[in-house]
């Protein structure tokens, strides 16, 4: 996967020189449109063009893996693979997020931000962002120190996501999700990537790292490990759980009824959940064959089609999200309430918790 991003990223390089006035709006804009359309004409002769380096290629490979499994050991034997909700609208957003907007977009989008950046800090007397240089290490402690630095930083990122309502009202569509499977790691609002992914940039900078070589570590080690963790199968991971993400703590993070006390939510981490057990948000039932009721609150209010997904942020933001807070409600019940089951969820349950009054947020 790295060699034709690392290629491709080259050679725009090439073409495109520096020398632009970075903090002009209007030459930014330029330049994103210029980086866009070189990417989108080679990552157009990646799609046709089989090499064991086609990075396309290998998303291909890994959902298929991921389907496969999906029909063998299946966790929600109520949950067809293909029949179950949502699940074209899934693969749409593959293609949208993965394709258009990750693949295209943010590498554009990465790379005038890095301008902007870079030229924001001369404009202030910085003329290097480096403080710690290492570069000269060996190749695998680079990519570990990198990988590990990342993975703290999305989970920070995720964490926030939760926390903020500004932030929750592009994270809810993602959480919105009923029913998930492999696709369903890429369903979430685009609106997500520009808010928080150029922030988790910002320490690869002190270290001398690029927005190119950041672009190409997002797209190739967190990326994999997102398509598994929604895998719908019924497999018990036992240690490996608490090392690496895994289908049976994620599904905890989408659960609708949160375990108490965790009022914002369990499982954030991207790939290591290191983090999660030190700040206590690390949650897996004794009884390994639970599996929670997926969703938000007010699903019911939920939009279901793309486009009305594509707006709920900003409509979320600009009326009645501004008073909403995104504490799990269950979460703030004394009892053990907010455990309970799960694969017999009923849309009574549902209408039932929506009658509840809101509750405020302890402070
Ligand atoms: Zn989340
Ligand atoms: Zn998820």
């Known amino acids: 996967m790295p060699y034709d991003f690392i290629q491709v990223a080259d050679n725009l390089y090439y073409f495109t020189g520096s020398n632009i006035n970075a903090m002009d709006i209007i030459s930014l804009a330029n330049e994103f449109n210029r980086i866009f359309w070189l990417y989108w004409e080679a990552a157009g002769k990646q799609l046709y063009t089989f090499s064991w380096y086609n990075s396309f290629f290998w998303v291909g490979v890994w959902c298929l893996l991921c389907f496969v499994l999906e029909l063998m050991l299946p966790r929600r034997l109520d949950y067809k693979v293909v029949k179950r909700k949502g699940f074209w609208l899934d693969i749409f957003y593959v293609i949208f997020n993965d394709f258009l907007i990750m693949g295209l977009g943010f590498f554009a989008f990465m790379w005038v931000f890095e301008k902007a950046y870079l030229a924001g800090l001369s404009s202030i007397g910085i003329d290097s962002t480096v403080i710690f240089e290492v570069h000269h290490w060996p190749l695998w402690a680079q990519i570990l120190l990198l990988f590990v630095i990342v993975d703290l930083m999305e989970f920070l990122a995720h964490y926030a996501m939760h926390r903020f309502n500004f932030l929750w009202a592009f994270h809810k569509i993602h959480h919105a999700q009923e029913e998930i499977g492999f696709a369903s790691s890429r369903h979430f609002h685009w609106g997500e990537l520009f808010v928080f992914k150029p922030f988790i940039y910002l320490p690869l900078s002190l270290l001398g790292y690029t927005a190119k070589e950041y672009t190409i570590l997002v797209l190739t080690l967190v990326y994999f490990a997102a398509f598994f963790s929604h895998t719908n199968i019924r497999l018990n991971f036992g240690f490996f759980n608490y090392l690496f993400i895994t289908p049976q703590t994620h599904q905890w993070h989408h659960a609708k009824n949160m375990p108490h006390p965790h009022r914002y939510g369990v499982n954030f981490a991207s790939v290591l959940p290191i983090w999660d057990v030190l700040i206590g ?5 004794k ?28 409509v979320f933001l600009f009326s009645k999200g501004k008073q909403k807070d995104n504490v799990f409600e269950s979460s703030l019940q004394p009892e053990n309430a907010a455990t309970q089951p799960v694969r017999q969820a009923t849309s009574t349950n549902t209408k039932t918790r929506k009658k509840k009054p809101t509750k405020k947020r302890k402070k």
């Open 281 to 285: 948000t690390f949650y897996l039932p």
């Open 287 to 314: 009884n390994k064959d639970e599996a929670p009721e997926l969703g938000v609150d007010d699903n019911e209010d939920m939009p279901t089609t793309f486009l009305g997904q594509f707006v709920y942020p900003f």
